[in-house]
């Protein structure tokens, strides 16, 4: 028999469905992977914004993560909203204490609708001490920024973003997402240090419903590489996987609906 597959999403929970833990668990269950959490914060919020959130007890989330990793080990792990450094620094121990390699770290800063799901400290210790641990960091164009200190606005911006997170910061390869730059394509750069950086282009979909996105994108990756992708066809698989989401999105809620 084929083992199953496991993964674990590190964050928060959206209690309109769209992004965060829910999303996440259904990205894995699409791709074959059976997921287990270890939550973050909760949330209330729909697809008209975030109405307030409270971040869950560091201890709490070290005995979640502690309790999925003693019996049911995860073959990949991915983190999205952690809240403040107390929590960075909580996951940081927990991956090193389980020896967790197949870590995606999305960087859950701003929500889509500005709401901060990250303090300055926590910003820090992200960029600090959980960068380094992470196969792949995935951030947007307001991430990528706040994580390099500098403006990322352009292509051009965006590769550099991506060689300042790998060759400064000690990522081991970044994907820098480009949705939210204009143009006929949606554009995004990978980089890992040992070739030039890549593009992956995609035919802009210009839809309402895209909340989750970058959830999704993170999931997806994380999924992929638990069931054995490198990390390039990974990635290339997980960005095909949200272009098909924005094609068929559910069309629900009143403000941006979720991508999948």
Known sequence: MTRTRIALTIAGSDSGGGAGIQADLRTFT????????????????NTRGVHGWTPVEPR??????????????????????????????TVVAALRKHELSRYVLDPVILASSGTPLL??????ALRRDLLPLAVIVTPNLAE???LTGEPV?????MRRA??????????NAALITGGHLTGASATDVFYDGRSAPRLFRHRR?????????????????????ALGDSLL????????YVHRALLDPPSIGSGTGPVS
């Not at 210009?206 to 992929?224: D, E």
């Open 205 to 225: 979909i210009t839809i309402r419903h895209t909340h989750g996105t970058g959830c999704v994108l993170s999931a997806a990756i994380a999924a992929r590489l």
């Open 162 to 171: 991506a060689l300042l997170l790998v060759d400064g910061h000690g990522a």
């Open 233 to 240: 066809t990974a990635v290339s698989a997980a960005t095909r």
């Open 119 to 124: 303090d300055r400290d926590g910003v820090r």
């Open 30 to 45: 699409r791709m074959g992977v059976f997921g287990t959490t270890a939550i973050t914060a909760v949330t209330a919020q």
């Open 144 to 146: 990528a920024a706040a």
């Open 60 to 89: 709490l989330i070290r005995a979640q993560i502690d309790a999925v990793a003693t019996d049911l080990r995860p073959d990949a792990v991915k983190s999205g909203m952690l809240a403040n450094a107390s929590i960075v620094r």
């Open 153 to 157: 606005d352009s292509l051009a911006s």
